[in-house]
């Protein structure tokens, strides 16, 4: 590829967007070319998908497809219209003049007429020993209680959800339909959510609060069996038993 060479399309991301994007783009003979990610937190391949075990909720997949299944035959379709990928990350990027100019993790530079970003979001992980190992093999970690708390394996659990804003009321709110219980696992002593969404949870029979507590382990070989916790004014710790997190 010479210095002078612009592709048409770049696509930023592999998630259901950046494969969508990279199926029109290749049929309307724009020759796409997709940076995929290099599997790093930031910008795994897939997208978020990638720690799903089972979507229900996709149109066309009577019995479900899992996460990992779909971005694979996401990515087939793209690649059948000639679509190129790249394994690499976009460090870098220049929008400021044409054609756009894109720094990759190897320090490959590609100007383009057309940058697609689709690098979606990021869960925000504790980064613990045991989780990302549990969270990619379906055993009982997800950053997404929509898509995965109806599922089987966590139906009935004692579930446990880290965090004190609206979002994580949320969730844990959300859970309290499948679980037979849900642990709420807080820093501090009060929660940081709107008035609105802390008494609805406070309000939940079927909620536990832990304050004052971070996770420093989830426990378990193949499937979640535990957390070992720290208590942030005492220092000390504790296990408690759950079936998901």
Partial sequence: MSDNHIENLVIIGSGPAGWTAAIYGARANLNPLVYEGAGSRTMIPGGQLMFTTDVENY???????????MMMEFKKQAMRFD????TEDIVQVDFSDRPFELKSSTGTVVRARTVVLATGANARWLGVPGEERLAQSGGGVSACAV???????FRGQVLAVVGGGDSAMEEALYLTKFASEVLLIHRRDELRASQIMQERA?????????????????LGDEVIAGLRLRDTVTGEG????????
């Avoid at 149109?59 to 299944?69: L, Q, R, S, T, V």
């Avoid at 679509?83 to 790249?86: A, E, K, L, S």
């Avoid at 406070?202 to 989830?218: C, Y």
């Fill in 83 to 86: 679509t190129r990928v790249v």
């Fill in 202 to 218: 406070l309000a939940s029979e079927k909620m536990t609060f832990l304050w004052n507590s971070v996770v420093e382990e989830v």
């Fill in 147 to 153: 898509c995965d708390g109806a599922l089987p394996v």
């Fill in 238 to 245: 504790r296990e408690v038993v759950v079936g998901g997190m």
């Fill in 59 to 69: 149109p066309g997949f009577a019995d479900g497809i899992g996460g990992i299944e």
